[in-house]
């Protein structure tokens, strides 16, 4: 072999070998290697998809032969004549159906979030092997915006009209509060997923928060469980802010901090005093009217992914089963 194919080999492999190391001072270091995991690609049931395009007249005989795969909705009340009617109600509801038809426009298929979920779903396998991945199903709500997404028995349940976009119409008509609606956009679902993932393990652990501290690392651990799931979404989305909230708290966050310390927050057990910064709220009320909400969520959060950094023998199941929250403060050398 010639030196000048010898030369054009070891451009090349130096080339690989700078790409590569790119790459990895561009992952997170949250962000885990799936490249040898392989799962079945996720499929969503729509529900509403088959309500809402049989004929309601002939209702029981049109959905008799997808009982068993929309079990969870039906159950067997379907082969009742009082489930039989609550269902016709619901179908021939005005309200529901426009409530469908507005879903419809702004999710004609679910075929980015089928793609999107199955991604994150390999970043789930990789640090729970043993877990199920859950069935997935979506249907309308009626604007049910409490409860966007249901999980019970490996099943989760998705409202695809809590969806449609921060400023839908129909939101203001149901008196969804303004500050509520910043997070109903489509690109919300997958986070609000995997945080009722994050919540089922952290309740699995039968830690109950008490002060202050456990309920911003309960957070932090929720909002951590979200980096490793989903590492290349952007932070603020995974704690629903804006872009000027999340802004303003980058650049307070010292500010913030000193204030939970100067008022000897960390171990206070007062529930009002929690709430007030962990809660849904338009603002937090002791920083400004532009101060985003649940400032402490934020700090728990940088303070796990210190904790996380600086000790990488931690796995993502050994941070959901630490119960002490002083511990993971300690270890973390949180210093904003």
Do not use: C
Request: charged share 25%; aromatic share 16%.
């Amino acid at each position: 072999m010639n030196k000048k194919i010898l030369g054009i080999i070891a451009i090349f492999l130096i080339a690989v070998a700078l790409i590569f190391i790119l790459t990895q001072r561009q992952r997170p270091f949250f962000q885990a290697d799936v490249s040898g995991i392989e799962i079945e690609p996720i499929r969503i049931g729509r529900y509403e998809e088959l309500l809402f395009n049989v004929n309601p007249f002939n209702l029981y005989q049109e959905i008799t032969p997808y009982i068993d795969q929309f079990y969870v909705f039906l159950g067997d009340a379907i082969h009742t004549e009082s489930g039989q009617q609550k269902l016709f109600d619901y179908v021939t509801d005005p309200v529901i159906r426009e409530i469908y038809l507005d879903t419809r426009k702004v999710w004609p298929d679910v075929d980015d979030l089928e793609n999107e979920l199955t991604e994150a779903f390999r970043f789930y396998r990789y640090h729970f092997s043993e877990e199920l991945i859950p069935q997935i199903f979506t249907y309308i709500s009626g604007i049910d915006y409490n409860y966007p997404v249901k999980y019970y028995d490996n099943v989760m349940v998705i409202g695809l009209d809590l969806y449609l976009g921060s400023d839908h119409p129909l939101y203001s008509k149901a008196g969804v509060a303004e500050f509520k609606r910043l997070d109903m956009h489509p690109r919300a679902v997958v986070v609000d997923i995997f945080r009722m993932l994050a919540e089922k393990h952290l309740q699995n652990t039968g830690f109950v928060p008490e002060q202050f501290l456990d309920f911003m690392i309960y957070e932090g651990k929720v909002l951590y469980f979200l980096d490793s799931m989903l590492p290349k979404h952007p932070d603020s989305l995974k704690i629903a802010y804006t872009s000027t909230q999340y802004e303003w708290m980058q650049a307070n966050i010292e500010r913030v901090w000193t204030y939970f310390l100067e008022n000897e927050l960390l171990y206070s057990g007062d529930r009002p005093t929690i709430s007030q910064f962990i809660g849904e709220a338009p603002f937090t009320s002791p920083f400004s009217q532009d101060s985003p909400p649940r400032t402490a969520a934020y700090i728990g959060w940088q303070i796990v992914r210190d904790y996380m950094r600086n000790h990488p023998e931690v796995t993502l199941s050994g941070l959901v089963n630490e119960k002490d929250s002083r511990k993971i403060l300690r270890m973390s050398r949180f210093r904003p």
